[in-house]
């Protein structure tokens, strides 16, 4: 079994009694739901931090559209010929 570290926090009230609820529902403990929580919220973080990262990298590359050509593009959606997209 992998070693653990019990982590601490207050909630407030109406978000712990969600939990708990859902819980119940899924015929799970209250521990299982935070931990599943948790670990999807850091993996959300960690692929917001790599596409981040991957963005700034095409910006020290040049790779960038300029703002006119994206908002002219955008204008155009709600016409009858909408530009194709900027590249």
Same mark, same amino acid.
């Given at each position: 079994?992998?070693? &653990? $570290? *019990?982590? &601490? ?6 978000? =712990?009694? $969600?939990?708990? /609820?859902?819980? =119940? $529902?899924?015929?799970? @403990?209250? #521990?299982?739901?935070? $931990? /599943? =929580? %948790?670990?999807?919220? *850091?993996? %959300?973080? !960690?692929?917001? @931090?790599?596409? &981040?990262? !991957? ?6 590359? #040049?790779?960038?559209?300029?703002? /006119? @050509? *994206? /908002? =002219?593009?955008?204008?155009? %959606? @709600? &016409? ?8």
């Amino acid at each position: 079994m992998a070693a &653990t $570290k *019990v982590l &601490t926090a207050h909630v407030p009230m109406e978000l =712990a009694d $969600k939990v708990d /609820q859902m819980a =119940a $529902k899924m015929e799970r @403990s209250r #521990g299982w739901i935070v $931990k /599943q =929580a %948790l670990a999807d919220w *850091v993996d %959300l973080e !960690e692929e917001r @931090s790599r596409l &981040t990262r !991957e963005a700034m990298a095409d910006v020290d590359a #040049g790779r960038v559209i300029d703002h /006119q @050509s *994206v /908002q =002219a593009w955008a204008e155009s %959606l @709600s &016409t009858e010929n909408p530009l194709p997209v900027p590249r």
